[in-house]
């Protein structure tokens, strides 16, 4: 009998599906600590980003023969040094998709009508300044017309410019590969629409953008920069749904402080999980704890994906 631990829980719908295949899959979460000892009794292990999975847990547990990531990122995992041990490494980096792009118009919604603000000083001052709060946040600003440039445009980039396209956003498309000249929107009763996309390169995205969105994977060093800050539009608001490291954290606060960013939203950090305090009380962001992917379709459809990956494996 396969025996499956999914340490980071899995989907109510993946786990049925696992149990009808013939596995037994346990959901109990067993210490990172313990986790050397315990996995020998299992063939295969599922991780979201909270197990890692390195190299040492990896010599530990010969019998392990698929490590599943719930989700894209694989950073928690030693994925060469397992493949290199003939262990397959599977992920799911579609599943998410939807639910990290409504999360990043949730930030612009978010930053565009001060609620960042609002939400930290309507429960102080609602009743004695209300009117102060008022003026405060008069000067919001809709997104319907406006330029969003999003840089990196795969899976998510691309579900981030189909709500924006809805929404009546010109999209400024930015990558290091080919983008598509249009976009499919699909929508309510199975109506399509085709939408055009404007291919952008960096400088003019910097330059012309409203709102900035980043969906690109972290390497080396960040993408957006005081140099790249210098070049924005000023008043520009910034989205990072994607990962820490990408933006110079630094180089944002100053932006924010000088008015070059009117806002940020961000869902990512350096140094997760313990962001810096200057990020997490500067008054111009709103934030979120790493919870793009965390809605319960998302996670249904990262369960299904990833047990039917492993019944896959498994039964080939
Ligand atoms: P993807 O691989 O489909 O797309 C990434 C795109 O970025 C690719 O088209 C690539 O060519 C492009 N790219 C890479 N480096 C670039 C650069 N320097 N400049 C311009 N383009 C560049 O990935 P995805 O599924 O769209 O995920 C995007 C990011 O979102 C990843 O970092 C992923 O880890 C992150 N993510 C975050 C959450 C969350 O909870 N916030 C959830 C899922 C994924």
Redesign the pocket.
């Known amino acids: 009998m396969i025996r499956i631990l999914a340490n980071d829980g899995i989907a109510a719908a993946g786990k049925e599906l696992l149990e009808k295949a013939g596995f037994i899959v346990d959901t109990e979460n067993i210490p990172q600590e313990q986790l050397p000892e315990a996995l020998k009794n299992y063939d295969a292990i599922t991780v979201r980003s909270a197990t890692k999975v390195r190299q040492s847990l990896i010599d530990a547990c010969p019998n392990i023969k698929l490590i599943g990531r719930g989700?894209?990122?694989m950073d928690n995992i030693d994925v060469d040094y397992a493949r290199s041990k003939g262990v397959a490494v599977v992920n799911t980096?579609?599943a998410?998709?939807p639910?990290?792009a409504e999360?990043v118009f949730a930030h612009l919604f978010n930053g565009i009508r001060f609620l960042y603000d609002a939400n930290r000083k309507m429960p102080v001052e609602g009743n004695t300044n209300f009117n102060g709060l008022k003026k405060a946040y008069a000067k919001g600003v809709e997104l319907k017309g406006k330029k969003i440039g999003i840089?990196?445009?795969?899976?998510?980039?691309?579900e981030t410019a189909k709500i924006a396209l809805g929404l009546g956003m010109e999209v400024l498309a930015?990558?290091?590969?080919d983008v598509p000249q249009e976009l499919e929107l699909n929508l309510f009763n199975n109506i399509t629409v085709k939408v055009p996309v404007t291919k952008v390169d960096?400088d003019q995205l910097l330059r012309d953008s409203d709102f900035i969105s980043l969906?690109?994977?972290?390497?080396e060093k960040p993408?957006l920069g005081a140099e790249e800050f210098a070049k924005m539009k000023k008043g520009v608001g910034i989205v990072n749904?994607?990962?820490g490291g990408?933006i110079d954290e630094e180089a944002l606060l100053s932006a924010l402080d000088s008015g070059t960013v009117a806002f940020a939203g961000l869902?990512?950090f350096d140094n997760e999980p313990t962001p810096a305090i200057a990020v997490l009380s500067h008054p111009k962001i709103s934030l979120t704890p790493?919870?793009?992917?965390?809605t319960n379709e998302a996670q249904e459809r990262i369960g299904i994906e990833l047990s039917n990956l492993i019944i896959d494996f498994f039964k080939k």
């Open positions: 989700g894209v990122g980096p579609a998410s998709s639910s990290v999360l840089i990196g445009f795969g899976r998510i980039g691309r930015y990558d290091l590969f960096i969906h690109i994977p972290f390497i993408v749904c994607s990962r990408t869902d990512v790493h919870i793009g992917a965390a």
